[in-house]
């Protein structure tokens, strides 16, 4: 492979973002084709990324690295593309390319600049997932942060850009608490190479070694806001709820770029190889925080009472889980995670969209709230039962499926989302789930093993109520209004997305096989240090 | 100096979490700038304190020990800005709030009329 190759994924979306604001609003064909064709050749990088990265060294770690600018390794800026890297930047395009047809439906072009925002969205998360410099993170991170502040605030509107201010203030802390940890182990150990880093650490003197933890905690509550730990994850269902669909599913992400961060690093520079002092260092915070995490998640899920919050409290419940499972350190368990990783952002995506289609009526005021009315288990039922027979609710049931087809396709479509989320079995959430669960049971048992163990079954169970309800009042209750018409590219994405986690239903093994691969490849830090580093002696 | 240094940087904390924790818009946004001001004097302390030293060498065969280290000073001046980029963002965010809601209060919604 062209080593060339791994920086394209960062420079095609940035050249693409520049030529879309230089053509300008007017001209939205050609923005769009523009954004069309970026995304498709993104998928196309990724896809070949991914075999470069499944293809170098059948069996434990390879990396490939590119040097920016061809500085030796300790001086310059690395991008590395390993087995993670590549896994995350080709989800990251395959979510930018599958949300393309829903942004393109004409209603949601209110506020402008969707497009370049998008590429730049995309140029930041790209950046953020093959970097290996900590600075370099940091400022992939504040491009992704920027466009997303932009996103979030697309379309305008007084309660968007009330939970965007909130959103931005948070980001805006957590980035100074980024600078402040990055800083602090830039002091001790004189490097913000990750591998330098990894290699430095269990050389770090006793005295500076509490600086050195302190400023790696820094980082990670910086990673954990992102993340939305349970106290630090108040913003999110808001911001989420009240931006744009196609903006919320490809936020789905965002919180997976905060899993990403803590997983590389955690196993990188608190590996096993960190010495008797700092392995394992913040690893049962996580543990624990993330436990929290997935309480506080469904808590808010079964309180939830607009569509919209409930995908956000499940992107919540799936941060946690994730958070848990990286704080558990063992590569059979990351690799389950890693599976739940591409389903749960697959399967939130197309939730988020199929929210904004439910909710979605034309009037901008009152589409962007569907307040789903109060459970009450004893209040139709009698009703129901006692005025109408069996045969007049199935010749009812017949003749709306025959008259509002988008009603049967959204009602598969959020049936199919259910099931992935709640984890239940013909569908992939069901596999990931169990990949994630099957090996805590092989892992020693530890009390918090247990406790996420039965957590994420509850969970399983409580997005099962959650959804059901949800269900039952917009679907099968009568509704008030009428749907909205649903247009054919909108359906396109979340077809896209739930064909996406089908397929992976089907095709089970080459994509398990793989996720083993590259947990086995993460936990073994000490190939990545020799994989980078002495790429720096030898010039091409 | 170092004293004078950690004691300014602390102030202006102390100051900015404050004021971050305050129910208007323009307290916040003054709130992250001082925290910002703060953080980019952290960074640039980092390296190590020297009077009169040089970031740049001079000869090749010079003393490292008779010059400053010159990576903090890059760090802090892309830190500065990206910072002053986003709290542009924020105040144009602000501006908008303001706009929308017809008050400055975080919520958009003053609870004291």
Redesign the interface.
């Known amino acids: 492979m062209n080593s060339a190759l791994i920086i394209a994924p960062i420079v095609l979306p940035l050249l693409v973002a520049a030529l879309q604001l230089l053509i300008g609003e007017r001209r939205r064909r050609t923005v769009v084709a523009l954004s069309v064709a970026s995304c498709v050749a993104l998928v196309g990088v990724a896809v070949a990324l991914l075999l470069a990265a499944s293809q170098q060294g059948s069996e434990a770690a390879m990396t490939a690295v590119y040097r920016i600018g061809d500085w030796p390794v300790r001086f310059g800026i690395v991008l590395v593309l390993d087995r993670l890297s590549a896994l995350m930047v080709l989800l990251t395009a395959v979510l930018g390319l599958a949300i393309l047809p829903y942004a393109l439906a004409p209603w949601r072009h209110r506020g402008g600049h969707f497009q370049p925002l998008l590429q730049f969205l995309l140029m930041g998360l790209n950046g953020a997932f093959l970097t290996g410099d900590l600075?370099n993170l940091?400022?992939f991170f504040?491009v992704l942060?920027?466009a997303s502040?932009g996103l979030a605030?697309h379309g305008?509107?007084?309660r968007r850009?009330?939970a965007?201010?909130?959103y931005?203030?948070v980001n805006?802390?957590a980035?100074?608490l980024f600078?402040?940890g990055?800083?602090?182990i830039?002091?001790v150990t004189g490097t913000l190479n990750m591998a330098a880093l990894a290699e430095l650490i269990p050389s770090v003197p006793e005295r500076t070694r509490a600086l050195l933890h302190a400023g790696a905690a820094l980082l990670g509550v910086a990673f954990l806001i992102k993340t939305a730990m349970w106290p630090l994850g108040f913003w999110l269902p808001r911001t989420y709820a009240a931006s744009t669909p196609a903006v919320a599913a490809m936020f789905a992400l965002m919180t997976k770029v905060g899993i990403y961060v803590l997983l590389r690093l955690s196993l990188l520079l608190f590996g096993d190889g960190a010495g008797p002092a700092s392995s394992h260092f913040g690893s049962d915070w996580m543990l624990w925080g993330g436990i929290a995490t997935v309480v506080a998640g469904i808590v808010g899920m079964l309180g939830a009472r607009e569509l919209g919050k409930l995908a956000g409290y499940n992107v919540v419940i799936s941060a946690g889980t994730l958070l848990s499972a990286v704080g558990l350190h063992q590569p059979a368990v990351t690799a389950g995670a890693l599976a739940y990783l591409v389903i749960s952002t697959l399967g939130i995506a197309a939730l988020f969209l199929v929210a904004g289609l439910l909710a979605s009526d034309g009037d901008e005021e009152t589409d962007d709230t569907l307040n789903l009315e109060p459970y009450d288990p004893g209040g139709d039922d009698s009703k129901g039962v006692d005025s109408k027979s069996d045969a007049l609710f199935a010749a009812e049931d017949e003749s709306r499926v025959v008259l509002s087809a988008p009603v049967a396709i959204l009602g598969l479509s959020f049936f199919a989302c259910a099931i992935l989320l709640a984890g239940l079995p013909p569908l992939s959430g069901f596999l990931a789930k169990f990949a994630l669960l099957a090996p805590m049971l092989d892992a020693p048992p530890r009390v918090g093993t247990l406790v996420l163990f039965t957590l994420i079954i509850v969970a399983g169970f409580c997005t099962v109520i959650a959804l059901c309800r949800a269900g039952i009042q917009i679907f099968w209750a009568e509704p008030e209004r009428p749907f909205a018409q649903v247009r054919v590219s909108e359906i396109t994405s979340i077809l896209i997305l739930l064909g996406l986690c089908l397929l992976l239903t089907v095709v089970v093994e080459g994509p398990l096989h793989y996720l083993g691969d590259t947990a086995r490849q993460i936990h073994a830090s000490a190939s990545y240090i020799h994989e980078v580093l002495p790429a720096a002696q030898v010039s091409p | 100096m170092e004293l004078v240094l950690a004691a300014a940087i602390g102030v202006l904390v102390a100051s900015g979490v404050w004021l971050?924790l305050r129910p208007r818009?323009f307290q916040?946004i003054i709130g992250?700038t001082l925290?910002?001001y703060a953080?980019n004097l952290?960074?640039f302390s980092?390296?190590g304190l020297r009077t009169g030293a040089d970031p740049v060498l001079h000869e090749v065969a010079g003393d490292i020990g008779q010059y400053t280290d010159p990576?903090?000073q890059a760090?802090v001046l892309?830190?500065i800005v990206?910072?002053f980029?986003?709290?542009a963002?924020?105040l144009v965010?602000?501006l908008?709030?303001r706009g929308?809601?017809g008050n400055d209060h975080?919520?958009?919604e003053d609870g004291t009329p």
């Open positions: 600075f940091f400022v504040e942060l920027a502040y605030l305008s509107g007084a850009v009330s965007g201010l909130h931005i203030a805006l802390t980035s100074m600078l402040l990055v800083s602090l830039f002091g | 971050l818009t916040v992250l925290i910002s953080v952290f960074i980092i390296g990576l903090p760090l892309t830190a990206i910072g980029a986003t709290t963002l924020f965010v602000l908008a709030s929308l809601t975080v919520d958009g």
